[in-house]
């Protein structure tokens, strides 16, 4: 009766820093070079997702799309 269900979001959160600690540990002991191309790879990777759901979202909040006459149902 006394049991009670434990959450186990502490406990991932735990792992996610200790894992993130031995990350930067390696990245230090790789070299500042290593660092530096890691943070060009990621800006590029964010700028490129950032410009894709923007046009996406151009794309999708337009109001004067055509409909294709297929998709339209007959009465």
């Keep these: 009766m006394g049991y009670r269900r434990r959450d186990a979001r502490p406990r991932l959160a735990l792992w996610m820093l200790v894992a ?3 990350a930067i540990l390696l990245l230090v002991s790789a ?3 290593v660092l530096v191309a890691l ?3 990621v800006v590029v990777a964010g700028l490129g997702v ?3 759901r923007m046009a996406r979202r151009g794309a999708l909040a337009r109001e004067d ?3 294709p006459a297929l998709s339209r ?3």
């Design 65 to 67: 799309a055509v409909v």
């Design 73 to 75: 149902r007959r009465a």
């Design 39 to 41: 943070f060009g790879v």
């Design 20 to 22: 993130l600690g031995d």
């Design 50 to 52: 950032a410009g894709w």
């Design 31 to 33: 070299g500042a070079s």
